[in-house]
């Protein structure tokens, strides 16, 4: 964690709470909270308890702004001084894994996706144990087809390709 | 149904091989799950709860039960050997059971954890038999505005006592009644803040939002830094715990056990601060007070009887109200729902073989913790060296079948992948994740009971104050509150 970002986090996470709580209560709650018209009581309303969470967002945010913070650990801002780009980069990779994964999801198969999400995770790692790596990936997704669609009844999805019995 | 009915209803349901093998089971998987440093007890439950789908309702929760009981107990391995504790609760394990590791004296704290642990147990275990019904029944004269008060109390709890920054935590329980309010109304069935999608009408599904956020954070850190590695475990040398060390700490121990007991059964508090409080109270008290922090054999005794002391404990109020007692409580909650049953006073009308089922099981996972526990000690080499770069993977793809699994949808994964980013963020900037989920859970329960007292009340206020239970739970939560308040003031120490 970088320490500028650590040593002012209870300051940034309260100005974002309460540009949070803004949006919720005079954006997201009219515009997204469905609401009877003909509703006697206010605290009957749907639209009631998001702004009741609202309201308590925003106390929330605004201790925080005026709070001090404590000094943080050597161990909160241990590793923080070496940050630099190549974890974001790897960060950036690891959401692409995930989106692929979903992307493949309904088009590869479960099985097909999981074993190469599993090999493209284990390699970007950086596995030393690379055999295991392929074998963990093809056995895992297979053992956990077995479990859920034999077993458990679940219908895992096949996608449009190889299709599993 | 007299007290042996139960027993004997309870015992058809789990004098069968299948229960007890779910049990074993379970307390060898969270034995494991704890022991990998980075897997946690907490994600060794969440893992585990889509396996119970397809086994009867007793089976499952036995299973999780063990995972749980496994998992506290199997923190306490690598807290000792490479101090590293695998569940927060082991922290407290470490200021002795370490020492005493670099003392060659490993096998000596593991066996001392172990026998403390199994005792705390049994200890946890028989309070929550004798507790939990008559809380039970006594709750049976909730209505709306006493749940409400109830859930309200539960909710300032947990706030307060998560993590390092108290506010951090309030901040997280929010976010989680936040996001507990996607879905349709409850009282007038409209949207609200489903933005025209089917997948979001029924709110976000409580398998994917907790995996998310206790399990995938894991796996995205490891690609932060994927050179972080297990340390090295140390020898457990020949030295092993003798039954006179027992006996000398045996006061400890069930000292910690009932300090684990008490604690553990107010909502949210959890174990970490039980094992902490016991480890000081067994400091203040011991003759060998000097030696504590230096390898205490006593010091080891006394934070494994505390963690552990929680277990059944945290029980009572799942159980008998139906309110989490801790984080991993909560997944079980979950189970419970999963598998048809609602958590409750009324359980122990409706469902009294199950309740009592449990009992009993939980009574023969103290005896099988301890068989487990013992092979463990002499394993944990082999469970160490588990190649995490090959482990999380796993982790990842088990997570994706698990999820999609609750409701045969894709959608869930996407949200278990979302609640994942979330949760890395929040793990990044020191946001407590226990906080959201146990508001994410409690979220609707205190809407749903807060406009129900509405409509019975026509809208006076006045219903929540209406007799000595709300009272009491109102009063508690202001002394909770002030409290809190009290904390965020004190000046830490630096």
Known sequence: MDKVLLKGLNRWLGVFTLFFSAFFAFYAIPNWVYSPSNIRNIVLSPTFWPYILSGISALAGFALLITKQPPETDQDTAGSANAELRPYLRLIVMALIMGLTMYLLPRLGMVWTTMLTFVGTAFFFGTRYRIAAIVCAVLIPLILYAFFAQIAGVAIPQGNFVRLP | ?494
């Open chain 2, 1 to 494: 149904m007299s007290f042996y009915d139960s027993i004997l209803a309870g015992l058809s349901l789990v004098g069968n091989v299948d229960a007890f093998l779910s049990l074993f089971i379970g307390i060898v998987v969270g034995v494991i799950g704890g022991a990998i440093p980075g897997l946690s007890a907490t994600m060794a439950v969440a893992l585990t709860l889509p396996f119970t789908f397809p086994m009867q309702p007793i089976n499952g929760i036995l299973l999780l039960l063990g995972v749980y009981k496994g998992g506290i107990f199997g923190g306490s391995i690598p807290a000792i050997l490479i101090k590293t504790p695998g569940t927060p609760a082991s922290s407290a394990t470490i200021l002795d059971g370490y020492p005493l590791a670099e003392k060659g004296q490993a096998g000596k704290a593991l066996g001392m954890a172990l026998w403390a642990s199994c005792t705390a147990d049994v200890v946890s275990n028989l309070s929550l038999i004798l507790f939990a019904g008559w809380l039970a029944s006594f709750a049976l004269n909730f209505g709306p505005p006493e749940f409400f008060a109830l859930i309200f109390f539960s909710l300032t709890i947990i706030a307060g006592v998560s993590g390092d920054s108290l506010l951090r935590g309030t901040l997280s329980a929010v976010a989680g009644l936040i996001l507990a309010t996607v879905g349709l109304d409850l009282v007038y069935g409209t949207n609200r803040f489903t933005f025209g999608d089917s997948n979001l009408m029924g709110g976000l599904n409580f398998i994917a939002v907790l995996i998310g956020l206790f399990a995938i954070p894991e796996v995205i850190a490891m690609a932060w830094d994927p050179t972080s590695h297990l340390g090295k475990a140390r020898s457990l040398g020949k030295s092993w715990v003798t039954f006179r060390e027992y006996k000398d700490s045996f006061f400890s121990i069930i000292r910690g056990s009932i300090i684990g007991v008490i604690l553990g059964s107010i909502p949210g508090i959890g174990a970490a601060p039980s094992a902490f409080l016991s480890y000081s109270e067994a400091r203040r008290t011991s003759k060998n007070k000097g030696n504590f922090g230096k390898g205490e054999i006593e010091g080891v005794a006394a934070a494994e009887a505390g963690n552990n002391g929680v277990a059944g404990a945290t029980l009572i109020p799942l159980l008998a109200l139906g309110v989490p007692g801790d984080v991993i409580t909560a997944i079980i909650i979950g189970a419970f729902m999963i598998h048809g049953l609602q958590p409750g006073p009324m359980m122990f009308i409706m469902n009294v073989d199950i309740i009592y089922g449990l009992f009993i099981g939980l009574i023969v996972s103290s005896v099988m913790l301890f068989a487990v526990g013992s092979v463990a000690i002499r394993a944990f080499r082999y469970v160490a060296d588990v190649p995490k770069r090959i482990l999380m993977p796993a982790v990842l793809v088990l997570c994706i079948y698990g999820v999609f699994a609750v409701n045969n949808n894709i959608f869930d994964v996407g949200v278990m992948f979302a609640m994942g980013w979330l949760g890395y963020v929040m793990l990044r900037t020191r946001i407590p994740a226990a906080p959201f989920l146990i508001a994410f859970i409690l979220g609707p329960l205190l809407e749903d009971n807060f406009r129900q007292s509405m409509l019975m009340s026509g809208g006076d206020m006045a219903v929540f104050v209406r007799g000595p239970i709300t009272w009491a739970f109102w009063s508690f939560s202001l002394i909770a509150l002030f409290a809190i308040y009290k904390s965020v003031r004190a000046p830490k120490p630096s």
